[in-house]
Each structure stands twice: as C-alpha cells, then as structure tokens.
C-alpha cells in the first residue's frame, strides 16, 4: 500500500478541492497537488536517478512545497529523509550521510559548505524545483505500487549516546497512523484544514496523510513558523482548522487568546503531543478554548500512535475520575496495546508503576542498519519506550517519568549527552552534566553543571556561540552553574539527582 494512492485517489475523485495555501492565498487544488507530485518524482527519476527505495532527504522550514516533495518521492518508491530544521547543518549532513541520500532539498540550495555532505549527495532548492516543474492535463500515472511494509520515511530521532537512529517507518506503520486518528482523535472531512504550527519534518507533518485521504486543505503560515496571533486568525479566516501543537505553544495560543479576548473561534482540535502539559493549563485551556482538545502520546518509532484521549473524553468533567483523566495521556489507540513491566519484561498489575512497552501495527520496522539498538528496544514485537508510568483501572496511561534523560523543551527532544560532549570539548571546560529543570514556557530547559579547569569560568555567551557552532541552538543551556566538582557514585557515574535535587532548592529560595 502506497499512501501516495490517497493523493492519487483525492485527485481523481475531487480535483477542485482546495489543497495547499500559504496563509489564506490557496495555491494549489487536489489536481494541482497530484501533478506537483506526480511530475516531480518523474523529474527525480528522469535527471538525478532516483530509484525504487532510493533516499531522498528534505531539510528545510515549513513550506508549500514541502508535500508535493514527499509524495512526489512516494509516488516512485523512493524514502523521504525529513530532517529537523532547527538542526546546525553539521548535524543534517551527519543524517543525509547516515541515510545514504542521494538528494537533499533545502530552503536555498546552499545550505551545506563545500565537502560537508557526500559527494553522492546533491544539494537542491526546494521552491525552485516545484516551481520549474512542467505541470500539464495529460491524465495523471497512478503511483508505483508497493507492499505495506516497504519503508517510507526515515524519521532520526536521538539516543542517550548522542548520535542520531535512523527509525524506520514503512507505509504500513503510517497507515495505521492515519487510520487510528480517525478513530480515536477525531475524523478528518473535505471541510477540514489543517494548519503546520510544528515542523513538518516531525509529527505535524505525519499529520498530513489523514487530510490528504479526506481531500482536506493544507496551511502553512505565510510567517513559516509558530505565531499564536496568526494561527488564531487563521482559524478564523479558514474554519474547521486542526493542529498538533506541543503545550508551549498551546499556552501561548491561550495566552493570545485571553490577551484579545479570544476564544478560538474557527478551531476544531488542538492535539497536544510532544511533551507533558499540566492539568491546571489543560483546564485553563479549556475555560478559553471549550472542548477542543485531544491528547496523544506517541514516539517517533511509534509515530503519534501509542495512545489518545479525545476531546469528548477530557470535556466529560461529570465522570468521577475527570480529574485523573486530564493528568493521563489516554488509553492504547485502536490499533496498539500496551503494558507495564518491570526491570525484568514482567507485566504489572493495574496502578502498578514500571516501564511502558507498546505493540502493534503503527511500531517502526526497527532502526537504519542497527541491528543492535533495534534489538534492544524490540522484544518480541513490543517497543520499549523508557517511559515510565502506570496504567489504571480503566485503562488510562500516566507517565510519571522517563527512564532515559532526554530533555523535552518546547515540544523538541534535547539528549543530555550530546549537549555533555559539546560542552565538554570546549578548551576550558572539565566536566559537564545536563539535566532538565521544570519551565513555565518551554515545559522544560536545558540547565548544565560545569567543572572547569581554572578558577575563571567561560562566560554564558561564551558557551552559547561554542554550542551554536556545533548544533542546533534549541539545544543549547538555558542556564549555566559552574561547580568545584560534580558528585558521583562508586562507579564513577554522575548523581543526575543530586543536580536535580539543587535546581528544586534554588527554585525554592
């Protein structure tokens, strides 16, 4: 099953349904989009040799021509490579690299310096490609056909190692996807729109394939970015207009609201992902907003699919456990299960707190040409999250912690020590340690402890150019403590908890 077949199949049946906009300026009907695709996997084919299963990467901001990018590479079989791109370039050319890619679209076509990706690799305007393709009236060739488990999209997510994993979703795990967010967050009609808040290279553009299948219409924010003020009047302008959005922009978007005297008026659904959002926000959300928000809980190698809570479901403020329900993250989406087990794989009762396993069609194929990280987070057909939470009852999930020490800062996951070896490498730096501390606007930030060798510490701006040279600047410190040293067990291993511990006494104080 080739998902390109629902562009294809939304082409033929509804043509003139409006598809693609930049802000309210509609630039492409479901016709329009069927060619753009259609004919630029004809040009990759046709002048850079791309073949059935060949990558091809896309690593630039939200744009109108991002879709036609990705199905125009599905639509010949090839496999999309969507980069984040808030990452430094040194850091995109490691994946497009680690991908094998052998294109890369980006913003302007110069992007990367000379040697800094493969030579194999070629470096392609993203807008100047759509723009010269030689769209014509001649009947549309359907897309190639394909098995469900052929991959489609190498999604890179990080490990606690630093380096990047290539996770391997095929079409059949973004089917599954698709079809399970009809079912348990809310169907997708003509009418419908969709807005890209979040970058498309992550779970809003995994959000595209269910309004693709409807005939739905596409938003990118002419700014190409999160505004809560023009996402607001965009719903407004559009109607019947969803989004994914992580809770710091879901607290910036009530935070315009209640400064406007909004009410979000012209939105559907808000699904919040990427992050814990408190109860006291969620309820003060909807006090602004009314019933419009679902709730997901996914990873990327089980994309947006683990579990859901509707918004009918977080609105049902009469049922006895309402209050608990609000602090969870939803029951097993349709087509998922999932349990808790303890450090041993053995299942947990109900209320029972231990790690998060979850099985079922949407879970990765496993990870690009690591055959060991995937062993050891698929056990039999069950990813291991290394999300650590209890399941009630009823069947509610609540994550309580997560088991590796990633960050997540404003909806974007920080891996503590990949921000350790850059800190570290600094001249003047001795020892670092990363960890999270709680934030009212990014839900968390990045705090390092430093060890240095002199008794005259870098300054905070300092540090912060150092980061930026070498990776993306979201991931860089928030804060920076300069220690004599950093406490550690008999095995060498840095008391994370203690720096914790100091962060909650200092918030304190």
């Known amino acids: ?22 802000g309210t300026k509609l630039c492409a009907n479901y016709q329009v989009f ?11 084919q046709r002048n850079h040799n791309i073949q059935h299963g060949d990558r091809v990467a896309v690593y630039a901001p939200n744009c109108i021509e991002y879709l036609p990018v990705l199905y125009g590479c599905w639509w010949i079989g090839a496999v999309t490579v969507p980069i984040n791109p808030m990452l430094h370039p040194r850091e995109a050319a490691w994946i497009a690299n680690n991908a094998e890619a052998s294109v890369i679209f980006t913003e302007t076509g110069a992007e990367f310096t000379p040697n800094q990706l493969p030579a194999s690799c070629q470096e392609i305007n993203i807008h100047e490609a759509v723009a010269t393709l030689a769209i014509t009236d001649a009947p549309l060739t359907p897309p190639q056909l394909l098995e469900a488990d052929e991959l489609a999209w ?39 729109a969709t807005v890209y808040a979040a970058p498309m290279s992550h779970g809003a553009g995994l959000y595209n394939f269910m309004y693709v299948r409807a005939a739905a219409r596409h938003i990118v924010p002419e700014s190409r970015r999160f505004n809560s003020a023009e996402i607001l009047a965009l719903a407004q302008h559009h109607r019947h207009v969803s989004l994914f959005a992580a809770p710091t922009m879901c607290k910036r978007l009530v935070n315009t609201a209640m400064e406007t005297g909004g009410n979000g008026d012209g939105l559907h659904t808000i699904v919040l992902g990427g992050g814990p959002l408190y109860s006291a926000d969620l309820r003060q959300a909807m006090e602004i907003f009314g019933p419009r928000f679902a709730q997901i809980y996914g990873q990327g190698e089980s994309p947006m699919t683990i579990t859901a809570i509707s918004a009918t479901t977080l609105n049902d ?16 989406q349709s087509c998922m299960q999932i349990r808790i087990v303890d450090q041993n794989l053995h299942e947990l009762p109900a209320g029972s707190h ?19 990280a995937t062993a050891e987070t698929l056990i039999n057909g069950w990813l291991r999250t290394g999300d650590i939470g209890f399941i009630d009852e009823e069947g509610f999930l609540t994550l309580t912690d997560r088991a590796k020490d990633v960050i997540i800062s404003g909806g974007s996951n920080v891996y503590p020590r990949e921000v350790e070896e850059v800190l570290i490498s600094h001249p ?52 920076y403590f300069f220690v004599n040293e950093l406490k550690k067990n008999s095995y060498g291993k840095i008391l994370k908890t203690e720096l914790r511990q100091q962060l909650r006494e200092r918030s304190n104080s």
């Open 354 to 372: 231990g790690e998060v396993l979850a099985k079922g069609p949407a879970v990765m194929l496993g990870y690009w040409r690591n055959p060991a």
């Open 34 to 44: 069927a060619n753009q695709a259609c004919e630029l996997g004809n040009w990759l």
């Open 154 to 192: 190498l999604f890179y997510t990080s490990g606690t190692t630093g380096r990047p994993k290539g996770v391997m979703l095929s079409h059949g795990n973004l089917l599954a996807m698709a079809l399970c967010y009809g079912t348990d967050v809310h169907r997708v009609e003509t009418h419908h």
């Open 428 to 479: 003047d730096v001795y020892e670092a340690a990363v960890v999270g501390a709680p934030s009212d606007e990014w839900g968390e930030e990045v705090v390092a402890f430093i060890v240095c060798h002199t008794d005259t510490p870098p300054s905070p701006e300092t540090l912060d150019a150092w980061c930026v040279s070498q990776m993306a600047s979201y991931k860089k410190p928030k804060h």
């Open 317 to 332: 403020q009469e049922h006895p456990n309402w209050r608990a329900r609000l602090e969870s993250v939803g029951t097993a």
């Open 1 to 22: 099953m080739n998902l390109a077949q629902w562009l294809y199949a939304s082409a033929l049946a509804q043509p003139n349904a409006p598809a693609l906009f930049l």
